[in-house]
């Protein structure tokens, strides 16, 4: 195959190099073609076929159903990997040593105080806040209490910023679920790993001893290496663009959070929740909410089905659908939702119109019926994507400001009025 592009615009041609990734991935190097053909630019809505960036970091085949972080496989990572070596994986680039992992944790541990202040930012909120905007804005308030954390652009001061955001968010987390529930905020222990100590500030109550369950701690440890990045998705574009302005990495991750909430993003996870416990509601009328997924009228949308990327399983659904009948059988707890989800995919993936389209279960289907296993309350199910999500979110701003990226400022084509004279108000 030849080694560059050729595209005919009316009587003139352009040359374009091809870029090759390792994964034998091609792109059309477009960066010269505004200069070359004097103003002509590309579009691409929703950036469907266009690619921002080239990283190393994780690889996704759509068609295939293939999601690896690194090189290694999410199926084995997920089976066999803990999340804070996931995590240091994804953003330094290797699976770390017995050394490397205690170090980094025990860093971690020294920056997981968060200034006390922070709690009257949670006092101001109603208790009925969502905690996506309570984690999106304790997240952005991070940099008054972390001023040096802003603009860094050595690796020292990275690494000093990224385990600030890696010690700290968890406690974010855990403050803004207990501010909905009404407990006192607290923090875990420094004795405790990094999914334990999760586990018992979210969990603990103010007047019982707490106990890890080792079922939980093993589903969540899995939850969150499954959540952990996915290349350029919706939030972690917007992680990058914010942080190509050298907004600095709270900054960035406080606008990812926002990104990540949407409904059609990581907002779904909430979605399918509310979806299946309004089918229980009808009484378990699956076929009812079939039609209406496929009435271009109806603007319902089976969340937690459909893919930008994948055309095929989700390989995290597979993974997080098994778990969840693990986790729930383990617990003893017997979810009539989960028997809904089971019948809906069942009948999306027999159905002409899903099928057509590609649509399979995304990671998003069956999370919550885990979480809800886990006795988080539903608000708080893109909260823990978010938690899964920080180091890919790290990994990815860290990547684009070695890389020296330029900022991020698409073109666009105008379509509104040609030039028009000012009229002074008395005349219009
Ligand atoms: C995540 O990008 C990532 O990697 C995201 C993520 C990550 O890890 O970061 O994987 C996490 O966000 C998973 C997706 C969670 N969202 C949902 O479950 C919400 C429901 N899904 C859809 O809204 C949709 O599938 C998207 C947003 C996920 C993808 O949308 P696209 O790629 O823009 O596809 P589209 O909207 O152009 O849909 C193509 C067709 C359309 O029909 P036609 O116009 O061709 O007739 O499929 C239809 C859509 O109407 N369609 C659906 C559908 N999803 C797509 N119809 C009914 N129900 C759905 N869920």
Partial sequence: MSDKAI???GDNSYEFPLIKGTENEIAINVKTLRTASQGIITIDPGFKN?????????????????????????E???????????????????????????????????KSVVDEDVKKIIDAFPKNAHPMGILSSLTSALVA????????DSEEEMYRAIVKIMGKFPVLVAW??????????????????????????????????????PIIKSALDKLLILHADHEQNCSTSTVR???????????????????????LHGGANQAVLEMLESIKADGGDTKKYMAKAKDKNDPF??????????????????????????????????DPILDIARALEQEA?????????KLYPNVDFYSGIIYRAMGIPVEMFTVMFALGRLPGWIAQWKEMRLRKEPIGRPRQIYIGENYREFIPIGKR
């Avoid at 999760?198 to 109550?205: G, L, S, Y």
């Avoid at 663009?241 to 409904?263: C, N, R």
């Fill in 241 to 263: 663009v914010v942080g190509s302005s050298h907004a600095g990495l709270f900054a960035s991750i406080s606008a990812g959070i926002s990104a990540l909430w949407g409904p």
């Fill in 145 to 152: 209490f972390n001023p040096s954390s802003v603009n860094v």
């Fill in 50 to 74: 266009t690619g921002s960036c080239e990283s190393a970091i994780t690889f996704l085949d759509g068609e295939k159903g293939i999601l690896r972080y690194r090189g290694y496989s999410i």
């Fill in 301 to 334: 949308r089976l969340m937690g089905f459909g893919h930008r990327v994948y055309k095929n399983f989700d390989p995290r659904a597979k993974i997080i659908k098994e778990a969840a009948d693990e986790v729930l059988n383990d617990l003893g707890i017997n």
């Fill in 76 to 110: 084995e990572l997920a089976n066999k990997a803990s999340f804070l070596e996931v995590a240091y994986a994804l953003i330094f680039g290797d699976l770390p040593n017995k050394e490397q992992l205690d170090t980094f944790h025990s860093d971690i541990k020294s």
């Fill in 349 to 357: 993936l027999s159905d002409p119109y899903f099928v057509e389209r």
């Fill in 7 to 9: 595209l005919q615009v």
């Fill in 176 to 213: 803004a679920m207990r501010k909905i529930e009404g407990l006192p905020l607290n923090y875990g222990s420094n004795s405790l790993g990094y999914i334990e100590n999760v586990m018992k500030m979210m969990f603990e109550k103010p007047n019982e001893e707490f106990e890890i369950n």
